[in-house]
């Protein structure tokens, strides 16, 4: 992936979403063994982006499958420049976007963080732990980068807040399928459609649905609201169980689920 492709996030899934598609973004925690094969098998098989985890010793928003892969790729020698050097050698033809928590962007500082993020050819950010109010030095810094912020909208967010996050994010706005940490559940939650359906009356961007969409079928449930999904636990859980070979076949039938 080139430098060039830190730009092309949102005009890429608009093209998409216009052209009638519904939007593919598996999440693969970086550093677990095998997953830069795993981003290839995801965008060989369907994703029209990809959401790469630098792990954390305190993930705050992930539950048991995402902290298990975390702890993994940390006892492996896991940091956010081994992460981006990996990104880097990646040959894939959808974006990619880094899913890091704000110590890792502090401690490395706004503006050099960015630019890894760019040198390593990555089109965006997701900082879930980093509040609206307090993200303006990061999003200058990004914006100036060419580094597309994705913002995430909680199901708990009042009205009246949705179009102040929606016009900070850029990208795609991340709508949060539910109250709680990431993890597979037996159904999708009712507040999943209903926080994407608020968040689409407010902004022209595409609306993406992460947190507790669980399978194909929840997938293609989602995306009768939504414009398409984030699926994170349920691709990890494959990865670390059964290997690469597991997440295709996933990544395909959560495709041909949400194109029927």
């Known amino acids: 992936m080139t430098i060039a492709a830190a730009s092309t996030l949102e005009t890429r899934l608009r093209a998409t979403r216009d052209a009638g598609r519904k939007l593919l ?3 693969v925690t970086g550093f677990v063994e095998h997953w830069e094969e795993a981003v290839r098998a995801a965008a060989a ?3 029209d982006a990809i959401e790469v985890g630098i792990p954390f010793s305190d993930p705050v928003m992930d539950g048991p499958v995402i902290q298990r892969a975390s702890r993994e790729a ?3 020698g896991a ?3 081994a992460i981006l050097d990996g990104i880097r050698g990646i040959d894939v033809d959808v974006p990619i976007v880094v899913m890091c928590y704000y110590n890792s ?3 490395t500082g706004h503006e050099r963080f960015a630019d890894l993020l760019r040198g390593a050819g990555v089109a965006g950010a997701i900082v ?3 509040p609206l109010e307090e993200s303006a030095e990061w999003c200058t810094a990004a914006d100036a980068a060419g580094i597309a912020t994705v913002m995430l909208a909680a199901p708990t967010a009042p009205d009246d807040r949705l179009p102040h996050i929606t016009a900070r994010s850029r990208g795609f706005v ?3 399928g539910l109250l709680g940490v990431t993890g597979e559940r037996d159904s999708l939650s009712a507040s999943a459609t209903t926080i994407a359906r608020r968040v689409k009356r407010v902004t022209t961007l595409p609306v993406l649905v992460g947190v507790g969409v669980s399978d194909a079928d929840q997938a293609r449930e989602a995306c009768r609201v939504a414009d398409g999904v984030i699926q994170g636990a349920s691709v990890m859980r494959r990865l670390l169980d059964e290997g690469v070979d597991s997440v295709a076949r996933y990544v395909s039938e959560v495709r041909h689920a949400i194109d029927e």
């Open 174 to 176: 991340y709508a949060v």
């Open 79 to 81: 940091t956010p420049t």
């Open 74 to 76: 940390l006892n492996r």
């Open 128 to 130: 879930p732990d980093l």
């Open 105 to 107: 962007v502090f401690r």
């Open 25 to 27: 973004v598996p999440y």
């Open 45 to 47: 098989n369907g994703a």
